[in-house]
């Protein structure tokens, strides 16, 4: 059933192709591309971002080791750690220090404003410096009017820092600021603590977290990205918001396995990097939007793809113009066609040209002219036709008249008393009426009757008599068989087998199994083994054509031999049937057939 919206015109399907093979291989292409890029997109995001994480990761760090170097230098340093020594067995009392004292005390300041100084030549920010020994005792450098160092005695974290040995360090983490002066501009600061290698004090080196959070305000503001420094249990150490240090960040518990890149926060999806410090198992982690990491990228192929789109609209537009030129010369062709169908035959579309449409105008004028041609001369070919056939049916005698005059002789001889010449009579008139019948399949007692009155019929012209025996089964007689498919054999019999001599032929038949088996045996002459070979060649080896085979006169009245019946039948049988041919030089030849039994046969029209 055709639809309504079908396309009829062969430039309209011309059109809807190629619309097609360019717009579905376009977005097939424009699809593949964004499938292909999805995870390229979200690496390259992750790289940048990781890069941008590795840049912060050396700040960071760097800040971080420069208090462990202030720690590793006032531990290590011999000078100070002797006049800490000697401080330490002394009462703590530092209200009326000595000339000895003072001076070993400013030498211990000194290198702490040196070490301090040079930390904050790198890091950009001061690092607050305590060093406090077990009998009160204590070098700062900062004014104790900013902070009383003897306050960190209350700290919780101070009964874990003695305990330590060698160069473990115990890191605070966050926690408010003591620092007057800075208390305003940075609500918080990070600490480390280390107790001093003579177990006779400790050492606390404090930075203000705004050293850090300033720094994650730039990467914020410069480049969208959230940097977070959290804890061992991450807790937020320092943030570009003040406001968020002291939350947890449970979002790195949460991340999905498959795709450990990408957290959803507040239903929004943020691509995440971290870092780990190995000297306090502190994070840093990195946070920005996906949309906006991969929107750069997908900027470039929305742009690509807008550009894919006007260039197929100005294609389209080009490819109409192109399409219609092209095919002006058919749709001429069409409109002729049709004139020409109306029965305007004067027409000519007058196409030419060197392609395959000028050919092909130039073809269809010159058919016309010829096919103008052909009505005029089959116009009168019929008519010289008509003549021709009203002058063959004034010639024609009918056949039922020859049948008549063939029984009128017949009962004249018969009435002389010539009763064997009427039967000879009889039998021809038979065999032809027999014949001109245009069916195909007749009954085996029929297909008899006419091997009957053929014997009588050559017996007349032989020398000597040929004796036909027959042996019918009565459940075969009303068989149907193909038409003269037994009269070849027995003249084939007669031909070679007797040669004008007396002889004998019997014909059987019965039901074998299904199957009709007749069999045609002479006492002829017979046939060596090189002739029954080469006969059998050609009848099973080579299939005969009927057509194609010219008759030989010799063989009487048929002019069909053994190879002619056998393709005969196999075409109507297929191999269900066979034939088998048997013959001893001097005793005769048999012709055996096995014709499947037939349910119902249809009649060739």
């Known amino acids: 059933m055709k639809t309504k919206y079908s396309i009829k015109s062969f430039r309209g399907k011309l059109t809807v192709a190629l619309i097609v093979c360019i717009l579905i291989p376009a977005l097939l292409t424009l699809f593949i591309y964004n499938y292909l890029t999805r995870d390229a997109v979200k690496d390259q995001a992750v790289l940048n971002a990781k890069q941008t994480l590795q840049l912060v990761d050396g700040h960071v760090t760097g800040t971080l080791k420069n208090m462990l170097y202030i720690l590793n230098f006032i531990q290590y340093d011999t000078g100070m750690n002797m006049t800490f020594q000697d401080f330490s067995l002394k009462s703590g009392d530092m209200s009326n220090p000595s000339y000895e004292e003072f001076r070993a005390r400013q030498e211990v300041l000194i290198k702490l404003e040196t070490i301090t100084g040079a930390a904050e030549t790198s890091a950009g920010e001061k690092s607050f410096v305590t060093v406090f020994l077990n009998n009160g005792t204590y070098f700062t450098n900062y004014w104790i009017s900013d902070y009383d160092p003897t306050r960190l005695f209350k700290e919780p974290w101070l009964n874990k820092v003695r305990s330590l040995k060698g160069i473990e360090s115990y890191w605070v983490g966050e926690s408010s600021t003591q620092f007057l002066q800075d208390k305003a501009d940075s609500p918080y600061q990070l600490t480390v603590a280390r107790s001093l290698s003579s177990q006779n004090g400790f050492i606390v080196v404090t930075i203000l977290e705004r050293q850090i959070g300033n720094y994650f305000k730039e990467i914020a503001k410069s480049q969208g990205q959230e940097i977070i420094l959290l804890d061992k249990d ?274 059987e038949a019965q039901l074998d199994e299904g199957y009709i088996r007749i069999s045609v045996r002479d006492n002829g002459q017979g046939m060596d083994p090189i002739t029954l070979e080469r006969l059998r060649n050609k009848l099973f080896a080579h299939p005969v054509e009927p057509a194609l085979i010219e008759p030989d006169k010799k063989k009487g009245f048929s002019s069909i031999g053994l190879p002619n019946v056998n393709e005969r039948m196999r075409m109507t049988f297929g191999e269900a049937y066979r034939m088998e041919v048997d013959s001893e030089e001097g005793v005769g030849t048999s012709v055996t057939l096995l014709i499947p039994k037939q349910e119902e046969v249809q009649e060739d029209v």
């Open 234 to 507: 991450d807790r937020i150490l320092s943030h570009a918001d003040v406001s968020r240090i002291g939350e947890a960040f449970p979002y790195l518990k949460e991340q999905n396995p498959k795709s450990p890149e990408i957290i959803q926060i507040d239903h929004q999806n943020y691509l995440i990097s971290k870092r780990e410090f190995p000297m306090n198992g502190w994070k840093l982690v990195s946070l920005i939007p996906y949309s906006q990491a991969v929107g750069t990228i997908n900027g470039i192929f929305e742009n690509v793809f807008t550009l894919q789109v006007v260039s197929f609209i100005l294609f389209f537009i080009l490819l109409m113009v192109a399409i219609r030129a092209f095919t002006r010369p058919l749709v001429k062709l069409d409109k002729v066609a049709t004139s020409i169908q109306q029965g305007n035959l004067h027409l000519r579309s007058a196409i030419r040209g060197e392609d395959e449409i000028g050919r092909l105008g130039k073809s269809f004028d010159q058919m016309l002219d010829h096919i103008s041609d052909m009505i005029v001369e089959v116009t009168h070919t019929q008519a010289r036709k008509r003549k021709a056939e009203l002058d063959m049916l004034q010639a024609q005698i009918n056949p039922h008249f020859l049948f008549n005059v063939l029984n009128s002789i017949r009962m004249k001889v018969l009435g002389k008393g010539d009763r064997e010449s009427a039967d000879m009579i009889s039998s021809l008139s038979k065999l032809m009426r027999m014949t001109i019948q245009d069916k195909a399949y007749i009954l085996l007692h029929d297909e008899v009757d006419i091997v009957m009155d053929y014997m009588k019929l050559m017996n007349m012209r032989q020398k000597e008599k040929v004796t036909l025996q027959t042996y019918i089964d009565a459940d075969v007689f009303l068989e149907r068989v193909p038409r003269f498919f037994l009269q070849p054999i027995i003249e084939n019999a007669l031909i070679h087998g007797f040669n004008q001599q007396a002889g004998t032929i019997t014909l």
